[in-house]
Structure formats: structure tokens, C-alpha cells
């Protein structure tokens, strides 16, 4: 595989996930670069400036996360397992979709209930060394527990969800009650949902201060009311970020 995910205590005793190229960056940019070559037919004009609008950014951050989690064995080949995503499906477009980033849903393919899952990935990419962009996680998950009435919460996200699994992947009326049953207007109650703050970052930061930033978000989404086994972060790092985003961009196979 070319990357590596190893679990990371921080001082505080949360598990933070990294994810490292294997056995190295330019390893892990060219399998990157591969996957999403795999999706694009027609790459959009070459890109002469160092930077990316925030849009592209984000889009190939997530394509990105959502490559990962599949390689690294959260979902994939295994039955029971639905995946709906947003930005990740427009890696090379300048806007970005609202909604959740990535989802995940596992309905135990042998009816156990208590096996249900809903995994909520949401996702920040930056080339700054300083990783203070992580915070803006925070407010992802944040917005969930807004009221009802409020488009960006977790029940009007659930509407949505459950509706796209139903014609989508035309999931039958007992498995979207089954989705509908992993909410819970209270965060404290949602047993069935894992929270994946991820931030896709520059590996020039140290793994020590990606630990530190991303351990400092688990602790803000907990006082929010999420139980604090239902956090995991990711960190997944390349060298020269920025670069290779824009390299990715137009369509560059090997590592800038």
C-alpha cells in the first residue's frame, strides 16, 4: 500500500490516525495521482500560479480523505457498507459543494441493529506549517446540532441522506428507517455515529504538531456533547502540499 495509517496517542490519551506515505511521499503522490486519473477524462486547463482557489483545494482534499478510508480498510469490498460524498465527486472543480463531506453508512448486513454505523467525515486541507486551520473543523460538526428548522443540521442532513440512499442506491424502506434510527437530536445519544475530523496538511508540520492540533479539535467537539469515543481524528500529510495539489491539478504523475 503506498501509504501507512498508524494510531497516535496524544497527551491526553485520544487516538489520532496518521497517514504517511510508505514508503514515502513521492509513492504516495503517484498512487494519488493514479486514482484520480481513474475519474478524469478530460483535465481542466493547466494551472500557471502556485496556489489553488479554496474550492479546488478542499474538492481534492476530500477526493483525497475518501481514497484513503477506502484503502485503509473503513469501508470498501465488505458488505453492508454505502458512501456518499460531495466535494471528493469534483476533485478539479473550483467550487465547493455544501453538505457533508464525506459519509459513510454500515447497516449490518446480518440485521444486528446495534451494529449500524454512521461515520461523518469531515474535511480541511492546508499547506501552512502552522496547522491553526484545523479549528475550522470545530464548526463542522458544530453546525450539526443545530435545530431542525436549520438547513446544515445533523436531522436535515439525515433527511437528505436518507432520501439520496433511497433513489441513488435505492435502499428499501426498512434500511432508510434504519438510517433514520442512528439519529438522535441530542449528540450525547447518537451511539451509532463515528466523527472523523480529518485535515489533510503538509508534512513539514511534524506529526508532533498535527497530534497536538487535531487532539485540541476532539476536545472542542466533545463539549459540544459528543461522546468522546465517537472521535477520531485523521491527519493525513504529504511534503510540499501546495505543490502537489497543483501538480495533481494538471495532471503531473510524478511528485513535483
Known amino acids: 500500500m503506498a501509504f501507512k495509517k498508524s494510531p497516535s496517542k496524544s497527551s491526553n490519551g485520544r ?15 503517484q498512487w494519488i495521482h493514479a486514482e484520480l486519473a481513474k475519474v478524469t ?21 476530500e477526493f483525497l480523505s475518501y481514497r484513503v478510508a477506502r484503502e485503509s480498510g473503513l469501508y470498501g469490498k465488505s458488505k453492508g ?3 456518499a460524498l ?11 459543494p455544501t453538505g457533508l463531506d464525506i459519509t459513510i453508512v454500515h447497516l449490518d448486513p446480518s440485521g444486528d441493529v446495534s451494529k449500524d454505523c454512521l461515520y461523518i467525515m469531515e ?13 475550522a473543523l470545530i464548526g463542522d460538526y458544530k453546525k450539526l446540532l443545530g435545530k431542525a428548522a436549520v438547513a446544515g443540521s445533523l436531522g436535515q442532513r439525515f433527511n437528505w441522506l436518507q432520501g439520496y440512499l433511497k ?22 445519544d447518537c451511539k451509532g455515529i463515528k ?8 508534512r513539514k508540520a511534524g506529526d508532533p504538531a498535527a497530534v497536538v492540533a487535531l487532539d485540541e479539535v476532539a476536545a472542542e467537539i466533545e463539549k ?28 503531473g504523475s510524478t511528485m513535483p
Open 15 to 29: 487516538q489520532i490516525q496518521l497517514v504517511r506515505g510508505n514508503p514515502d511521499c513521492a509513492t504516495f503522490y
Open 41 to 61: 477524462t478530460n483535465w481542466p486547463p493547466k494551472i500557471t500560479k502556485t496556489t489553488l482557489t479554496t474550492g479546488r483545494r478542499g474538492n481534492l482534499g
Open 81 to 83: 457498507y454505502t458512501l
Open 86 to 96: 460531495m466535494g471528493a465527486l469534483t476533485p478539479l472543480q473550483d467550487g465547493a
Open 123 to 135: 474535511v480541511k486541507t492546508t499547506g501552512a506549517t502552522k496547522l491553526t486551520y484545523a479549528t
Open 167 to 188: 433513489v441513488v442506491h435505492e435502499f428499501s424502506d426498512d434500511e432508510v428507517e434504519r438510517v433514520g434510527n442512528l439519529f438522535m437530536p441530542d449528540a450525547k
Open 195 to 202: 466523527l472523523l475530523p480529518t485535515l489533510v496538511h503538509d
Open 224 to 251: 459540544q456533547g459528543w461522546g468522546k469515543q465517537t472521535i477520531e481524528p485523521w491527519s493525513i500529510a504529504i511534503e510540499k502540499l501546495t505543490e502537489c495539489l497543483v501538480h495533481l491539478s494538471n495532471n
